[in-house]
């Protein structure tokens, strides 16, 4: 099972900010701005390629929850996932990174 699975089936702890029966959102271990939180689905898919358009329908509305939820719905925020080699994808269970808290510097690589 993988890391991410673990942590949807709380085999591994994660410090949680939102969940319902389908996803779930934590705090990431290695922040890269003052609010930086996953979002995941609790099934396993692998990356963004795999995603169907009706759990990102679910995926959607639940990342506007945690936005509100670690309140950077007003002052702004960014939403990443990062899909393979190129994309820099670590985790190979797809999440989305919501990033906020601070202004955030943008294109680098
Ligand atoms: P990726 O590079 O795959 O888009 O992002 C993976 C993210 O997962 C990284 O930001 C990393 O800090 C975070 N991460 C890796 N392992 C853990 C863990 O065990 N717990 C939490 N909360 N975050 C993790
Ligand atoms: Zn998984």
Not at 87 to 106: D, P, S, T, Y
Request: proline share 4%.
């Amino acid at each position: 099972m993988c890391l991410f699975c673990k942590i949807a089936n709380n085999e591994l702890t994660a410090n949680k900010v939102h969940e319902n029966d389908d996803f779930v959102a934590f705090h990431d271990i290695n922040p890269k701005a003052p609010v930086h939180v996953l979002a995941i689905p609790k099934t396993h898919v692998d990356s963004f390629n795999e995603v169907t358009p009706e759990m990102m329908a679910d995926m959607t509305a639940f990342i506007q929850e945690v936005a509100e939820k670690v309140d950077v719905k007003e002052s702004g925020y960014r939403v990443i996932t990062n899909v393979g080699e190129n994309g820099g994808q670590e985790v190979k269970h797809l999440h989305f990174h919501i990033l906020g808290g601070a202004r955030l510097r943008w294109g680098h690589f």
